[in-house]
């Protein structure tokens, strides 16, 4: 199904994403508005045995830059111990290195060879070739001491944990016993603090990587009975969702166009399925429920009242009950439509740049006129947000043009156009991809970043820059994108940096560039420029 998962060509970082929706008949939502406090939100993955978790912690990260989540702590739940490094590679693409990290230190899982060996096909790529701070998991605490202490940091029922793999940390979190972090057992501090958790259940994580029918993961020493010990012992007070859905919803194939080398996630799914595919979205939903609610992901919570029993193999039997009797709810899609919906929205966090939005600094894209797709017209790199999509929100100066985005949830950019009055007849943007908007236009286009993505452009003396370095050809050195960018911020009059990336690594080649002429830069290259935000 052409509509479950809409691929984007290699390099070009091409808005066809849009166009592939609106074909769907998914309308495009913008960044979601969030009146009320971020989610405060656990993590707790099995990243390494398959790819679905590199989604969702890249997707939680996302809802986190945009506001939405604030994540506690992330947990690994099994024995293999470069596991929490791969995890640790993603949350440092994403500046999140004081997020804690722990992990299961148990058997269960130890050896990635195990089963069907299919535990390593992205992990150790992940761990040898992208910077971050934690390796293994000799490095961090094992992951109840993290939860205990994070949860008995945290306000009384606040907290939301997505709990999208084996259930080894979660029955041992919650028959845990007091300790220095607090005098509550663990039944007692999840019933004080959590408010909902979202099981990504069924047979692979409830049954210990399906052991007693597939067996792929190998023995299931120290695992088996987790989930029954788990959801038994949950307290009675904490709602619980179990979701199975996602199978038939892919994500992912957007990363490999949509995104500049260097990126973990992207490696990720390329070193599971190849450039360009996707695969099932079982945990990222689970996150998106576990931060938005289920309405808001195209789904709704079902059974009410009913409970869920587990057996020791982890097989599970829903006990109808009436309303009212369980803090219990199971979840199905719900609208028209949803799996091409959900896929959209998946994979627009998972591309979005890392970084949170700024309300002070903006981004200088000249001569980039970004709009969507009007009526059967393909998009040219945006989403509009006005009503109709081609009509203005007025004639202003940019100063007021840019606090009109900040007043509209979910705004991220402007596109204006110059009026004779020196003022600007003002756009409302979100999705900008700078790759796919007109080039070389009367029109600029203002995005809320420090730094700003021009993916597959190469900025050069005579192409649209003065080059920084000496020799100009040569570059300052070989280093992640974020380090690049600091280099440029220390050098007097470097205005954007040209970098150049390769396949499984997290480093490249940096080049300080100045005087950035977008339109007047090749376009469509192996290289990809970060502008730099400047005094409006």
Not at 72 to 92: D, E, P, R, Y
Not at 186 to 197: D, M, T, W
Not at 236 to 264: C, E, M, Y
Not at 365 to 387: F, I, Q, V, W
């Amino acid at each position: 199904n052409p509509c479950s998962d809409i691929a984007v060509s290699m390099r070009l970082y091409a808005v066809v994403w849009a166009v592939a929706a609106w074909n769907c008949g998914v309308a495009l939502a913008t960044a979601t508005p969030r009146a009320q406090e971020p989610t405060k939100l656990i993590i707790d993955t099995d990243a390494g045995f398959d790819v679905d978790d590199v989604g969702a912690v890249c997707i939680a990260n996302a809802l986190a830059d945009n506001g939405e989540a604030e994540i506690l702590a992330v947990g690994h739940t099994n024995g293999f111990v470069k596991g929490i490094g791969a995890v640790s590679t993603l949350m440092h693409f994403y500046n999140r290195d004081d997020v804690p990290l722990g992990a299961y230190k148990g058997p269960w899982a130890e050896n990635p060879n195990a089963g069907k060996g299919t535990a390593d096909r992205y992990v150790s790529d992940l761990v040898a070739n992208y910077p971050s701070p934690v390796k293994n998991a000799s490095q961090v605490p094992t992951t109840v001491e993290v939860y205990r202490r994070v949860l008995a940091a945290a306000p009384d029922q606040s907290v939301a944990i997505a709990a999208i793999g084996i259930t080894t940390n979660m029955r041992d979190l919650v028959l845990s016993r007091p300790d220095a972090a607090s005098p509550l057992n663990g039944s007692e501090l999840v019933a004080r603090k959590v408010k909902v958790i979202v099981w990504m259940d069924m047979m692979y994580n409830f049954g210990c990587a399906q052991h007693d029918t597939a067996d792929w993961l190998g023995p299931d020493t120290d695992c088996r009975g987790s989930a029954q010990a788990a959801v038994m012992h949950w307290p009675a007070t904490t709602k619980q969702i179990f979701s199975p859905v996602g199978g038939d919803v892919l994500h992912g194939s957007w990363l490999t166009g949509g995104t500049a080398r260097g990126n973990p996630c992207r490696q990720a799914f390329e070193d599971w399925v190849g450039p360009g595919k996707g695969r099932s979205s079982w945990d990222p939903i689970a996150v998106l429920i576990a931060v938005r609610g289920a309405p808001a992901v195209h789904c709704q919570e079902v059974d009410q009242g009913g409970h869920n029993v587990v057996d020791e193999a982890g097989k599970e039997m829903w006990i109808v009950g009436p309303v009212g009797a369980s803090n219990q709810s199971r979840i199905v899609y719900a609208g028209a439509n949803p799996q091409a919906a959900i896929s959209v929205e998946l994979n627009k966090l998972l591309i979005q740049p890392p970084g949170p939005w700024s309300v002070t600094n903006w981004t200088r894209a000249k001569g980039e006129n970004c709009y969507g797709p009007r009526g059967t017209a393909p998009a040219h790199g945006a989403t509009d947000l006005e009503s109709p999509p081609s009509a203005s929100c007025g004639v202003m100066s940019l100063a007021d043009c840019q606090r009109k985005c900040l007043e509209l949830p979910g705004c991220q950019a402007v596109t204006v156009a110059p009026t004779p009055d020196g003022k600007v007849e003002c756009y409302r943007k979100a999705d900008v991809s700078l790759a796919h908007c007109d080039g070389a236009t009367s029109l600029d286009t203002y995005v809320r970043r420090e730094w700003m993505l021009a993916g597959g452009f190469n900025c050069y003396t005579g192409h649209g820059a003065v080059d920084l370095e000496h020799p100009p050809t040569s570059d300052c050195g070989t280093m992640s994108v974020r380090d690049c960018q600091h280099k440029c911020a220390v050098t007097p009059g470097c205005s954007a940096v040209t970098w150049l990336g390769a396949d499984h690594s997290g480093v490249g080649k940096c080049y300080r560039k100045g005087s950035i002429d977008l339109p007047k830069c090749d376009r469509l290259s192996s290289f990809d420029t970060y502008l730099a935000s400047q005094p409006v």
